[in-house]
């Protein structure tokens, strides 16, 4: 079982960047692919971006991949989404989630964490 804990949210003004923290209580995330999905108020939850088991592979939303990306590797017990340039329409719980077996933009993802509250002023 993996508990997963997300962190660094917050209110921000439009133009404004976030990093937020996805921590895996116990254990490092060797082994496990990593993924960032968000969902705004009232749509469905929507994928930002991921990390492979190795950390050698990472995946991106298109319309995000030019604002926002995972540092580093997942071989330590945090995966941060470091979110730039940030808009209003950003506003959304984020969510990580990790999987032995799954890697990718589906929502297949067998743990998951309670997800971190970003909102954007304009």
Known sequence: QVQLVESGGGLVQAGGSLRL???ASGRTFSNYAVGWFRQAP???RVFVAAISWSGSST???ESL???FTIPGDNAK???DLQ???LKPEDTAVYCCAADTRYYGRLGTYNYWGQGTQVTVSA
């Open 59 to 61: 995946t991106y939303a």
């Open 77 to 79: 017990n945090t995966v």
């Open 42 to 44: 009232g749509k469905e």
């Open 83 to 85: 979110t730039n340039s």
């Open 21 to 23: 923290s996805c921590a």
């Open 65 to 67: 991949k030019c604002r």
